[in-house]
Every structure is written in structure tokens, then in C-alpha cells.
């Protein structure tokens, strides 16, 4: 006779404080509490989110959502990983990110929240939520509501605030954030009393569309941008939305970026892609699902044409003594960085080959090469490993607000200098400011360096250009010494 024998999962509360650090800054952590409230709306109402930032407290208050009572409380917001969002169409799906944020933010918390029609609110507080040895119990207070008894709200106070967070450029980057619910008069936001506004797109062309992918009807618009009215945070390419939430920008669809055609720079739109999943951290959709690469194949399609327009529309190529210099650059870096021992901070063939290839290794590959479109560059993918070799440096045309970008071009990690750039323009595209620039593109990407290090870092690349070219000068200057011939009195 076989014995039964019974194992059960376990989870250490422990390992709710490492969700804490998942946030790379401050305005990251307040973003999710923010998308907890916009979960939170009614259909009809406009809802409300006032925030405090102050040095020692921050505080965000949603008003006229659906709020949240005893049940609430205890079966939603304080269940870690059991969101009853998931499989419904709101940004919250993993029951993890407003608590994270919070222990982000500050070491205790005050929560206040009611339902709508309630006419008490319920408050529970923990003055050291950072201590993560147990799973918390709290207790329920019976407060005074503070808006009308039809209204819900959550008032959420972080008191122990120890991270950096300035007012005016949160505001700008909730502005830009939810500019469409803002927009079409969903939200109304504010931060110490200031109302957040939504930033102005200026374009000179604009068409709207509704087409159909990944089961859904998606809609949005696309035009080509005033060039005059591009300011210096300005980033061409679609602007993608989840729900009204900005998720990235700069989304070409699979059509060559800006950094291949010059005349891509002046694509500008904005799209909801509701039906696509997004990351665990919401910094980007999840493309290799079926549902991208359907989105992915319509909008390519659609682009198309304006695409082809703008590809035309291209600029008098860099000098040839520029690219020349390019060459020259890419050889002296590369020596330079064997130098220094830091080879791997520029390495040249990818690793991480496109999406594509999983795919055709897991549908098969005619499948996947119909419904695959062709993107010869890309950005780099976060934390992407590569090959041996090294990347290349190339001079091409860009927008002038762009000095450089790093893009991976045929597998290989390439830097873009841009040839309009007014400092190229005012150095002639020389080899010190090739050098530099390349230089800062490399190491800007470089994971937990600081402003200092960077600097440093930088420096020291120059700095063994300059030792070694005059090693090369002084040995030829010595070689050509001892050739020359005698001359006889």
C-alpha cells in the first residue's frame, strides 16, 4: 500500500518587503497608487485625486470612485498576490503594487476609506510597515466621513517619507501621464493644490482611425508633428496608452524609427491598446503574446503609407570625412575600453535575437513569419545580455534635439550620432567629439551608477584616448628618427 503523502505551498512575509525596491524611483511608486484609484472609477462620475507631497508625509485621496468598506479592505487591498481585478479590463491585475508603493514611499501608513452611501468611513494604520517579520492584523476604526455621504473615497497618508519627490515635476509627469481621461474630463487631478494640466500635442496633420485587432476595436490618431512646436522632451512615434494610462511612447509598429529615417521623427500619435497585456511593472506591453503581434501586424499595415511618405522625406547625408572619423572613433573606443577593463559595457552581436525567433521556435517558423513584421532596429530590451565582439559607431542624420541614441541594428549594439546636432554641426563632427559622445552614450545606460560615476567614468575614457594616441605618436616619432639617413659634412 502507497502512503499518501501531502505537501502544501508556503509564502515568507518576508518577501513582501523585496516588492518595496521593485520601483526605480519615487514618482514610479506614486504612478501605482494613482492607478489604484483609477480603477476605482464610477461610469458617469468624474473622478477625484488630490495629492500631498511634503517633505515628511505624502498623501493621496481619490474621491467619487467606487471606494472600499470592511469587506473590501480585507478581501482586496490587503490580500498580497489575489487581486480581484484580474481577468477585468483595469490597469491592477497582481494585488501587489499599492501596498509595494507604500513601503516604497515611507515607513508607516494611515488608511481612511468609505463606500459610496456609507455614512461613517472605516481607518486602520500601521506604524512600522517596513517591519515585514509577520503578516499584519489591524484593526477597524469608525471615523466621520469626510465628503458627502454619496460619495466613495480612499484617503491614504505615508508618514516616515524618506525618498526625494518634487511637486511641479510630478505634476507634469501626471499631466503627461493620463493626458487622454484628463482630456475627455474623467479625471480631475491635482498636487498641493495645483490642478495637473495635460501637456498640448502640436501637429500639422491628423487622422483618426478605428481598426480592428486582437478581438477589439482599437482607435486612436496619427499625423505628422509641428516642427515648430517640438519641444525638447518631444519623442516621435505613437504614444500607447492602457485605459487611458500612458505605458511608452515612441512605438513605430515594426516601420523603421527615427534613428533609421530622419523623416520618421515627425511621426506622432497616440493609441489605447486595451486588449494587450502589460509587464508586472507596467513599463511596457508584453510582446510575445498573440495579442501584441496582432496589434503589431494591424498597425504596420496601417502606417504604412504615411510611413513610406516620411521615408522620403530624408535629410543630406554626414559628410564622408564624418563617417571616416566614425570608423576611427569605434576602433580608438574599443582599445580605450579593453584599457580600462570594461569591455562589456559596448559588446557587439546581441544575444537576446528578436521575439520572433522564440516564436517560430514555438508555432514554427512560416506561421510566425506571416504574422511577423520586419524590424531591422531596435532598442535595446532591459538587462540585455550579448556576444563577443564589439558594437559599432555610426554618424547619421536625426532630429537636433537627439545628440545620440543607442539602438540595436542587425544584432549588433550600435551608437547613432546624430550629424544635426548643433554641437556636431559646430565641431565639424570631429574625432574628440565623436569620442565623447560615444563615450556618454555607452555608459549612460550602465545599471547603478551614479551622476558622479557616470562623470568619472567618462572622463577616464577620454583621458586614455589622449594617453594612448600620444604613445603612438611618440613610437612613430621615434621610428621615424632612427630611418633617417646620415647626412655627410
Known amino acids: 500500500m502507497v502512503q499518501r503523502v501531502t505537501v502544501r505551498e508556503r509564502i515568507d512575509p518576508a518577501i513582501t518587503a523585496s516588492l518595496f525596491a521593485n520601483y526605480r524611483s519615487s514618482a514610479d511608486a506614486v504612478m501605482e497608487l494613482v492607478d489604484n484609484a483609477i480603477d476605482s472609477r464610477i461610469k458617469g462620475r468624474q473622478l477625484e485625486v488630490l495629492l500631498q507631497v511634503h517633505p515628511s508625509y505624502f498623501v493621496i485621496e481619490t474621491r467619487s470612485g467606487e471606494g472600499m468598506g470592511p469587506a473590501e479592505l480585507e478581501g482586496n487591498y490587503l490580500r498580497w498576490g489575489g487581486s480581484p481585478k484580474r481577468g477585468r479590463k483595469l490597469l491592477g491585475q497582481y494585488g501587489q503594487g499599492g501596498k509595494a508603493a507604500i513601503g516604497h514611499l515611507g515607513t508607516s501608513f494611515t488608511v481612511e476609506a468609505s463606500r459610496p452611501g456609507d455614512g461613517n468611513a472605516w481607518r486602520f494604520a500601521d506604524p512600522d510597515y517596513r517591519d515585514r517579520s509577520k503578516l499584519k492584523t489591524y484593526d477597524l ?108 511612447g515612441g512605438e513605430f509598429f515594426g516601420h523603421p524609427n527615427a534613428v533609421q529615417v530622419s523623416g520618421m521623427a515627425r511621426l506622432v500619435g497616440e493609441i489605447d491598446l486595451a486588449p494587450v497585456p502589460l509587464t508586472m511593472n507596467k513599463s511596457d506591453f508584453a510582446r510575445d503574446g498573440v495579442e501584441w503581434i496582432a496589434v503589431e501586424r494591424r498597425m504596420h499595415a496601417l502606417l504604412a503609407p504615411i510611413a513610406k511618405r516620411l521615408a522620403a522625406d530624408q535629410l543630406a547625408p554626414p559628410p564622408a570625412s564624418a563617417i571616416k572619423t566614425a570608423e576611427q572613433v569605434r576602433r580608438l573606443l574599443s582599445q580605450v575600453l579593453k584599457l580600462a577593463e570594461r569591455e562589456e559595457v559596448f559588446p557587439g552581436v546581441a544575444a537576446a535575437r528578436s521575439q520572433v ?107 586614455l584616448a589622449f594617453e594612448l594616441l600620444a604613445r603612438r605618436r611618440n613610437a612613430r616619432s621615434r621610428k621615424t628618427t632612427a630611418q633617417l639617413p646620415l647626412i655627410s659634412c
Open 357 to 463: 525567433a522564440e516564436r517560430q521556435r514555438v508555432n514554427g517558423s512560416d506561421a510566425v513569419r506571416r504574422e511577423s513584421v520586419n524590424a531591422p532596429i531596435r532598442l535595446p530590451a532591459e538587462n540585455e545580455s550579448s556576444r563577443r565582439g564589439f558594437g559599432q559607431v555610426i554618424v547619421r542624420p536625426l532630429d537636433p534635439s537627439i545628440r545620440s541614441q543607442t539602438v540595436i541594428e542587425h544584432d549588433v549594439t550600435t551608437v547613432v550620432i546624430n550629424s544635426r546636432h548643433p554641437l556636431f554641426l559646430k565641431r565639424g563632427g570631429d574625432m574628440w567629439y565623436q569620442l565623447e559622445t560615444a563615450a556618454r552614450e555607452v555608459f549612460k545606460s550602465m545599471e547603478g551608477a551614479s551622476a558622479s560615476d557616470y562623470e568619472r567614468r567618462v572622463n577616464e575614457v577620454i583621458l
Open 141 to 248: 476604526k469608525i471615523v466621520s466621513k469626510r465628503v458627502s455621504a454619496d460619495q466613495g473615497y480612499v484617503r491614504i497618508r505615508i508618514d516616515g517619507f524618506d525618498k526625494r519627490l518634487d511637486p511641479r515635476r510630478l505634476g507634469a509627469r501626471l499631466g503627461d501621464t493620463y493626458r487622454p481621461l484628463i482630456l475627455r474630463a474623467e479625471l480631475k487631478m491635482s498636487v498641493n493644490g495645483a490642478r495637473v494640466e495635460p501637456p498640448s500635442i502640436n501637429f500639422q496633420e491628423e487622422r483618426r482611425f478605428a481598426v480592428h485587432a486582437a478581438g477589439t476595436t482599437l482607435k486612436g490618431w496619427y499625423g505628422i508633428a509641428e516642427p515648430e512646436g517640438r519641444g525638447v522632451d518631444y519623442v516621435p512615434g505613437l504614444r500607447c496608452y492602457k485605459h487611458g494610462r500612458l505605458i511608452m
